[in-house]
T-cell receptor
Framework: AQKVTQAQTEISVVEKEDVTLDCVYE???????LFWYKQPPSGELVFLIR??????QNEISGRYSWNFQKSTSSFNFTITASQVVDSAVYFC???????????????FGQGTELSVKP | EAGVTQFPSHSVIEKGQTVTLRCDPI?????LYWYRRVMGKEIKFLLH????????ESGMPNNRFLAERTGGTYSTLKVQPAELEDSGVYFC?????????????FGPGTRLTVL
């Protein structure tokens, strides 16, 4: 069965601190996709990144970086020099890769609520 | 380009009443999904449409929930009769069929409160 675990329920940091959000997943599929979504106070889910299971390169986008390690089934997300606007709930998700582009469901973790204080 | 829209944004009803949630996907997106987040827990999949057909409804909790997507455009999710445990935020998402990586675009959600 597929499962995503975000062990950190809440994290509180002070502005400019670096923070890492952990994500551990379980799947029997050899091909799959991993995602991070951000849910700001306004409520919508904002797509941040997608990574497929064959691409273990780490990715950096501005202050955001992602560390994908198949050996430990982890896909961790780091925010460098956090800002108050980063305060949100962050969700990690897993999706199987279907052959005929049928679009599989997303399996979400419980979410990590990040609070960045000024 | 308009994103995924959901209506209403909030709904407060009493136990036993009926509520219908609506989702309008991004134009041209054949995949439409419903998800639900209950009381700070994980977001859980409910069902998936490809055009007007139900591709996967394995997440529907029980027969009090009825989803439709007539004509393959907007979708409705009806809860009848509503129970207290149905309270939560209901998200709709859509994606294009012709992408291998299934990037789903989410709506703002409908917050349902059953009293």
């Amino acid at each position: 069965a597929q499962k995503v675990t975000q062990a950190q329920t809440e994290i509180s940091v002070v502005e400019k601190e670096d923070v890492t959000l952990d994500c551990v997943y379980e799947t029997r599929d050899t091909t799959y996709y991993l995602f991070w979504y951000k849910q700001p106070p306004s409520g919508e889910l904002v797509f941040l990144i997608r990574r497929n299971s064959f691409d273990e390169q780490n990715e950096i986008s501005g202050r955001y970086s992602w560390n994908f390690q198949k050996s430990t089934s982890s896909f961790n997300f780091t925010i460098t020099a956090s800002q108050v606007v980063d305060s949100a709930v962050y969700f990690c998700a897993l999706s199987e890769a279907l052959l005929y582009n049928q679009g599989g469901k997303l399996i979400f973790g419980q979410g990590t609520e990040l609070s960045v204080k000024p | 380009e308009a994103g995924v829209t959901q209506f209403p944004s909030h709904s407060v009803i009493e136990k036993g009443q009926t509520v219908t949630l609506r989702c309008d996907p991004i134009s041209g997106h054949d995949n439409l999904y419903w998800y639900r987040r209950v009381m700070g827990k994980e977001i859980k999949f409910l069902l998936h449409f490809v055009k007007e057909s139900k591709q996967d409804e394995s997440g529907m909790p029980n027969n009090r929930f009825l989803a439709e997507r007539t004509g393959g455009t907007y979708s409705t999710l009806k809860v009848q009769p509503a129970e207290l445990e149905d309270s939560g935020v209901y998200f709709c998402a859509s994606s294009q069929v012709r992408t291998s990586y299934n990037e789903q675009f989410f709506g703002p959600g409908t917050r349902l409160t059953v009293l």
